[in-house]
Each structure stands twice: as C-alpha cells, then as structure tokens.
C-alpha cells in the first residue's frame, strides 16, 4: 500500500513538468507560425486542435514518405529484406521533413494565424517550404544519385596527401600497411598519433575546467568519435588495416576522456583562482602542442642527436634491412634518424596546421603589434603601423605567391624554409595584422581608471599591459578575434593556388586519381565543404562558450565578469 501515495506524489510532480512541456510546445509554435487567430480554437480546446494537427500532419507525412520510399527501392534495386539501407534512411529524413513542413502549413491555415502576425505565418511557411525541397534535393542526390566510392577510396589520401600517405603506410611493420610483402619505407604513424594524443588530452582538459554538466561533453564528444571510427571502419576501397586504427582512436578518446575527468574534478574540488591558473596552463599547452606538431615531424638536428645518445640508431642507415623485413627500428630509431619533410605533407593535416599557425602565431605577433602601434616610442610605433598597413593593404594571396616566390631570397642567409613554412610565417604575419586592429580597439575601451589602480598597486608597465590591458581587450573583442580566426580557417582553401597539396586540391582532383572516378567531381567537394564547415561551426562555438563563461552574453554582463 505505500506504494500509492509515492505514485500520487510523483503524478502531482508530473503534472507542472507536463504543463512546462506544453507551454514551451506553445510558445514554439507561435515562434514559427504565428499566435492563434481563430475565434473557434480556445485555451480549452487548442491542446486538441494541435494534436489533430500533428497527427493528419504525419499522416500526410506517411503517405508521401511510402511513395518515396517505394521509387527510392526501385532506383536503387537493392537485395529486399536488408536491415537498413539507403532507401530507408532516405524515408526516415523525408518523413521528418515532411512532417515538420505539413505541421507548419496546416497549423498557420487552421489557426489562422496569418489574422494575427502575417508576417510570421508567412515566413515560417515560405521557410519550411524552402528548407524541405532543397533539403529532399540533397538527401536524394546523397543517397541515391551520388557515388561515394571516390570519398572512400582516398580518405586517408586527403587526410595526409600523398607522400605522407606513403611514409605512413607502406612500410613493412607498418600497423596500417595492409600487404607487408609489397610495402616499402619507414613507417613513421606515430608522428601524427602523438600530436593527436596531446591535442584530445588538452581539448578534454579545457572543457573540464568548465565545471559544467559532464554530459554537455561526454555525449557529443563520444558521438562525435563514434561517427569517425564508423567512416574509419568503412570497409569500402579501405587501404589500410582498420583494427589498428580504431585502437588507436580508441587510446586517443580515452585520453581526452581521462584529461576530462581529472579536470573536471580538479575544477570542482578547487578555488576559482586555482582553476584559472589551470586554464592558462591549458592555453599554453594548446600552444606549445601546436609546435610541437611542427617539430615532431621534422625533427630539428637536436632532437636527432639527443635520440641517438639515449641509444637510437637513425633509421635510414638501416632502411635495406627494415624493407627487406630483417629489422625493425624502434622509436628511438626513428627520431633520430629524418622525420617527413614539409615539402611532403599535405591533406587536411596542412589545412589544420596553417590554420593554427594563424590563430597561435597570429595572436602573439598581433598583441605585439597592438601594443607597438599604441606605443610612444617611435623606434616601435612606425615599424608596428607600417608592418600592418602594409599587410592589411594587399590580399591573401598576393601574399601567398610573396612568400613562394620573394620570401626564399629574404630567409635563406638565415633559413631554408620550405614552401608550407613560408606559409605557415605568413598566415601568421596575416592573421596578426587583422588580429591586432582588432586588438587596438579593445585596448582603447579599457577604462584609465583600472591603469591608474594598476600603477597604485606597483605594477610595472609590462605587468599593467598583460595581465590588466590586455585580459580586458581580449574579452571585449573576442568575437571578433574568433571570425578572424574562422576566416583564416576558411583561406587556408587559397594554398592550392600556389601549389600546395592541401585539402581542398586533393578533394578536386580526386576524380583524376582513378578512371572508375571520371565525372565523381561534385561528391568530393561537398565532403570538403561539410568538413570546413564543421571546424568553422565549432569555433563559433567555442566563442559563444567562452562568451557565456566571461559573462558576456547578456547586456551589462561585462560589468558582472
């Protein structure tokens, strides 16, 4: 018996939950179509009013999802009985589209909510509309039109280009090289395995010092490598051995995952001053994980030498062995003998490196220049203005081909750099130009008032331009820091114009890389859109995340932060 009362007890709770439910359903409703313009539909009957609605709107759903459905089946002619195939997935989307657009029309006619707010009836109708047939267009070109083979066949080909795919399958002993008796060269996987252990660990580690809710990370992160191990384990045109693979993406999750909950905790067993000195040692391992990417690849001549003294022997003075099979070279062997060389990487790897190398050395030189700029020494004003207007003043690529063609004669008595460092410099020198403009205005809003407490409590004019200036600068103006650093994000597709084997040249040309891929250009391109699109997306997210947290969403939250 005392189980009754705990049922009423948790059917009282139920009944605001459900009454909060409804409201919220209400007020998207009215968001999209438009408030109730009908005299017949009341408070007492419009919860009935809207589920006839919902309901003859799948209905309707239904019929056109079937129709679709059976064309898509004969399209594709597949083996009838399968689980799940295109032509399924085809009908769910077109179900829920259908449904969404059906339930906006019928409940703006019956409503009659065009009475009230023309306007909005119409837009939500003239939106729905839109978003389903360009939306039915793409999901039956995907599905059904579309040849993926051309994706799958060149995945690891666009992710690393093609020199890098070489060194980092074909080479015997190489846990990606398929056929050992036909593979050739030094297996160098662990290159891009460390820089991505190191990046999960600090990416978990940041969004643990949030100290928010763990699922907002947990469940979008382990989807999000949930989705990549399945376009991993793809077994179509796949080239290298997959068990590998996702062991090795398994080992990087659990890392991120691990870094996560060390900082989580840390975050909430500790004061808020702790957490943030947390916070700045994250930014600062983000930065130095960034060249350490760069170095790791290709060693520098000290790394080789300290490698060879802790007792590794260069690879390459034994590389006859290690392809006949005789050998197998240890780490220690491979860091101190050559790395892959700029000049052979490619793929999204070089988009993400050059674009890093924008926002991380972008930022540094345009604190510097703002500061420069705004500076009563002239010895450092005129250079920093003229270095700006200089740069801002020319485009992107005319830069680019600056630093292929004009750039080799102005570092060679100091560097032979290569032609992706030379790129890497000058989306820098670029990115920190714009990023000091934008700089300057923040410091020009900094209140007198915290540089004249600044200077009463002893601190130095470096100490006042760092931790009061330039924190205060940042948070102003960090919107638009991060649309100068998605954009940058977004140039990195003009490296194909001077050559460089990036991402989006390799997604171009894939259709050449094969005859059975002849006429396949458009699948590729909109791979290459979906991934830039996704970056640029997640740094917009980042920016609003970090916005909230300083409490900057809100008017007057500045104040409050």
């Not at 808020?272 to 916070?279: A, G, I, M, Q």
Request: hydrophobic share 50%.
């Amino acid at each position: 018996m005392s189980t009754i009362p705990k049922l009423l007890d948790w059917m009282r709770a139920m009944v605001p939950s459900g009454l909060k439910t409804q409201a919220s359903m209400k007020e998207f409703e009215e968001s999209i179509v438009g408030k109730n313009g009908n005299p017949w539909i009341n408070e007492q009957n419009e919860s009935l009013a809207s589920s006839l609605i919902a309901g003859l709107s799948i209905t309707l759903a239904m019929v056109f999802t079937m129709e679709s459905w059976r064309e898509a089946r004969i399209e594709l002619n597949p083996v009838m009985g399968q689980p799940m195939g295109d032509a399924d997935l085809l009908a769910i989307m077109y179900f829920l589209l259908a449904a969404f657009t059906y339930w906006v029309t019928i409940s703006s006619i019956v409503k009659l909510t065009w009475l009230k707010s023309t306007s909005t009836a119409l837009l939500g109708i003239a939106t729905a509309w839109i978003i389903f047939v360009v939306s039915t267009f793409l999901i039956h070109w995907s599905l059904i039109e579309a040849d993926w083979v051309v994706v799958w066949a060149n995945r690891d080909l666009v992710m690393m280009g093609q020199l890098m795919k070489e060194q980092m399958t074909q080479s015997p002993g190489s846990h990606v090289c398929i056929d050992e008796t036909d593979c050739y060269g030094i297996n160098q996987n662990f290159r891009l395995w460390w820089s991505l252990y190191l990046t999960f660990g600090v990416l978990g580690g940041a969004y643990g010092t949030s100290g928010e809710n763990p699922r907002r990370f947990l469940f979008p992160f382990v989807a999000l490598m949930a989705v990549v191990a399945l376009i991993a384990n793809n077994p179509t045109e796949v080239s290298y051995k997959t068990d590998t693979v996702l062991e090795k993406l398994g080992i990087a999750t659990l890392w991120a995952l691990a870094a996560y909950s060390l900082a989580y905790w840390y975050a909430k067993n500790n004061e808020e001053y702790k957490v943030n000195r947390l916070k700045s040692y994250l930014a600062a391992s983000a930065g130095a994980t960034f060249f350490f990417a760069i170095l790791i690849m290709d060693p520098p001549q000290f790394v080789k030498s300290g490698a060879e003294t802790l007792g590794g022997t260069p690879a390459q003075s034994f590389s006859d062995e290690i392809i006949a099979g005789d050998s197998v070279p240890s780490t220690l062997d491979k860091l101190a003998g050559n790395g892959i060389e700029a000049s052979q990487w490619g793929g999204l790897f070089v988009n993400l490196i050059i674009a890093t190398a924008g926002c991380v050395l972008g930022f540094g030189i345009g604190v510097v220049l703002a500061f420069g700029r705004q500076s009563d020494q002239l010895f450092f004003s005129i250079p920093s203005i003229a270095v700006i207007e200089l740069v801002r003043s020319g485009p992107l690529i005319c830069w680019l081909y600056f630093a292929v063609f004009m750039m080799p004669d102005l570092m060679d008595p100091f560097y032979d750099a290569e032609d992706i460092i030379r790129m890497l410099l000058m989306f820098g020198i670029f990115g920190g130009c714009y990023i000091a403009e934008v700089l300057r205005g923040g410091l020009q809003a900094v209140d007198s008032g915290q540089k004249e407490a600044a200077a009463a409590l002893g601190l130095s004019p470096m100490q006042t331009k760092l931790q009061v200036e330039l924190p205060n600068a940042v948070r102003t103006t960090l919107p638009s820091i991060i649309s100068v650093f998605i954009g940058l994000w977004k140039d990195t597709t003009l490296l194909f114009i001077v050559n460089i084997l990036d991402f989006f040249k390799l997604a171009k040309d894939l259709p050449n890389s094969d005859l059975r891929f002849l006429g396949d250009f458009l699948e590729p391109l909109y791979v290459t859109a979906v991934v830039f699109w996704v970056f640029a997306f997640y740094l917009s997210r980042v920016s609003m995340k970090v916005e909230k947290n300083l409490g900057l969403v809100r008017e007057g939250g500045g104040e409050a932060a």
